[in-house]
T-cell receptor, first 111, second 117 residues
Framework: GENVEQHPSTLSVQEGDSAVIKCTYS??????FPWYKQELGKRPQLIID?????GEKKDQRIAVTLNKTAKHFSLHITETQPEDSAVYFC??????????FGTGTRLQVFP | GAVVSQHPSWVICKSGTSVKIECRSL??????MFWYRQFPKQSLMLMAT?????????EQGVEKDKFLINHASLTLSTLTVTSAHPEDSSFYIC?????????????FGPGTRLTVL
């Protein structure tokens, strides 16, 4: 079955700097890769997603890149703000069926 | 966007009792619902996939007789934790998808925190 690895587990950045979180997946058939932001005790919130027919997608300060050959995908947050502090999860699935989540990255943005 | 609710938001029960958690899609019909468990400072682990009118598909290592899932309608799925023990204490989250018509995005419920004493 699918296995998703995520790095780093924690990431601290200064406000205004960029943050990058990387994930790798094992099943080459996976074709849907969402990213979620989860605040303590809350539900995961979809912040951006990408499908395998696209190499990059951007939404304001957030971008995701996908390298199908290497089975890597990454989340890029630019101009980080303290309110970006949260736990971020990547996930992978086939045809948006069941999601297999990465282990999570705790992002702290210091003012 | 599509809204998914869960009830209760938190529950405390004694060891050996059963607890039922409801997951509802409020403004759309959910072809599929998923149940996840999340232990503190860990990721979401898929427990089972539930389709309306059929038996749930459980992930490896999840006891189907302990975690009973009923998906009786296109807007309601329930998870019953039977004979709960302290190690079942966790954050249980459901999600629902509209299927192809909705782009298959999963919409998450707010979660239910279960504490077993």
């Amino acid at each position: 079955g699918e296995n998703v690895e995520q790095h780093p587990s924690t990431l601290s950045v200064q406000e205004g700097d960029s943050a990058v979180i990387k994930c790798t997946y094992s099943d080459s058939a996976s074709n849907y890769f969402p990213w979620y932001k989860q605040e303590l005790g809350k539900r995961p919130q979809l912040i951006i997603d990408i499908r395998s027919n696209v190499g990059e997608k951007k939404d304001q300060r957030i971008a995701v890149t996908l390298n199908k050959t290497a089975k890597h995908f990454s989340l890029h947050i630019t101009e980080t703000q303290p309110e970006d502090s949260a736990v971020y999860f990547c996930a992978a699935s086939l045809n948006t069926d069941k999601l297999i989540f990465g282990t999570g990255t705790r992002l702290q943005v210091f003012p | 966007g599509a809204v998914v609710s869960q009830h209760p938001s938190w529950v405390i029960c004694k060891s050996g009792t059963s607890v039922k958690i409801e997951c509802r899609s409020l403004d759309f019909q959910a072809t599929t619902m998923f149940w996840y468990r999340q232990f503190p400072k860990q990721s979401l682990m898929l427990m089972a996939t539930s389709n309306e009118g059929s038996k749930a598909t459980y992930e490896q290592g999840v006891e189907k007789d302990k975690f009973l899932i009923n998906h009786a309608s296109l807007t309601l799925s329930t998870l019953t934790v039977t004979s709960a023990h302290p190690e079942d204490s966790s954050f249980y989250i459901c999600s629902a998808t509209q299927g192809l018509a909705g782009g298959n995005e999963q919409f998450f419920g707010p979660g239910t925190r279960l504490t077993v004493l």
